[in-house]
């Protein structure tokens, strides 16, 4: 009974126009706010530096099946090189699940689970990062994804939803869902060479801007304003 139907995917207008029969879905991305999500700027007044003694896997959302962070602690466990570390923000019904898995694999004391975050924490544990990985074996247009990628950190996730639109070769990797194999070579490989990761994180903070929230509103503020 919809007047306008909005999605933040093609995939998923493909799948509305099932559910309804007279308001063609209009696809508006979700959007990022590229000026409060950012890499890591060191004060001028001082010498901080963006500490960079390891190197830090992040990942974020619920801890639900369907986030796939099961595939993801597989495949750290078997690919990821020892001075690797995971930190998986979030909470939800499988933590306890993927703590047993963790421990079970041998890499309990290399994954930190921080919890579900405030906007501020998140956004400090991507800026700490060298790699964001989405391992979700569905998705729309991940907020997260974006988020992490204004920050600076080149991508590694699974092809589902709208993610191969967002990711591509030249800001990280993508890889079928469920496939821990493919998950963990690619992780694996991209964090064999710390220098193109930087240099794919430059260009997902570019690719980020494409997705600023400021189109997003104003294709939203486009859609109310048609039915007044």
């Known amino acids: ?15 509305a126009v099932h559910c309804q029969h007279e308001a063609k879905p209009r696809v508006i991305p979700n959007g990022v706010d590229t000026e409060y999500w ?45 001075a690797a570390s995971l930190l998986i923000a979030g909470d939800g ?13 041998g890499v309990a004391d290399r994954i930190t689970y921080a919890g579900c975050l405030s906007r501020d924490e998140l956004r400090g544990a991507f800026q700490a990062a060298d790699l964001y990985v989405l391992p979700s074996r569905s998705e729309g247009l991940p907020l997260a994804l974006l988020e992490a990628m204004a920050c600076g950190l080149p991508v590694l996730a699974t092809k589902v939803g709208a993610v191969p639109q967002v990711v591509d070769e030249e800001c990280g990797r993508t ?54």
Do not use: C
């Open 1 to 15: 009974m919809a007047d306008e139907v909005s999605v933040v995917s093609k995939e998923l207008a493909d799948a």
């Open 38 to 82: 950012h890499p890591f700027e060191p004060s001028a007044a001082s010498d901080e530096a963006r500490p960079h003694n390891d190197l830090r896997i992040v990942a974020a959302g619920r801890l639900e099946s369907v986030k796939g962070f099961d595939t993801l602690i597989r495949a750290f466990a078997a690919h990821a090189p020892r």
């Open 93 to 105: 019904a499988e933590e306890e699940n993927l703590r047993a898995l963790a421990s079970h694999l």
């Open 175 to 228: 890889v079928p869902p469920e496939d821990e194999d493919a998950l963990g070579a690619a992780l694996e490989s991209l964090l064999s060479d710390t220098s193109a990761l930087s240099e794919m994180g430059a260009r997902a903070r570019d690719r980020a801007r494409q997705y600023d929230v400021a189109s997003t509103l104003d294709a939203y503020t486009d859609l109310i304003e048609r039915r007044q």
